[in-house]
Nanobody, 117 residues
């Protein structure tokens, strides 16, 4: 069973930074290295939206709202993907999820990010 676990969320003031983590476990096939992991977010009352999509080569495409402020990195030794978020804005407030596809869709439980004064 593949499991994704997000962590690192919290409450910050506008302009602050957070680093989210997505740890992948439960695979004997080293799924972390053969399938890309994406980041999504969902604000209350809104649909889930794509934040960043990355490949095993480290190439990442970002949503326009995240471009220039968010950065995805990948630590293969720890089976963990990070989402570094800088210059956070109130509109970044959402539950952030990581996502992987292998036969089916796998989602983490989400981690809450709140940006407010």
């Amino acid at each position: 069973q593949i499991q994704l676990v997000e962590s690192g969320g919290g409450s910050v003031q506008p302009g602050g930074s957070l680093r989210l983590s997505c740890a992948v476990s439960g695979s004997i096939f080293n799924i972390f290295n053969i399938r890309p992991i994406d980041w999504y977010r969902q604000a209350p009352g809104k649909q889930r939206e794509l934040v960043a999509i990355t490949t095993t080569d480290g190439n990442t495409n970002y949503a326009e709202s995240a471009k220039g402020r968010f950065t995805v990195s990948r630590d293969k030794s720890k089976n963990t993907v990070y989402l570094e978020m800088n210059s956070l804005k109130p509109e970044d407030t959402a539950v952030y999820y990581c996502h992987l596809v292998f036969v089916r869709h796998y989602w983490g439980q989400g981690t809450q990010v709140t940006v407010s004064s």
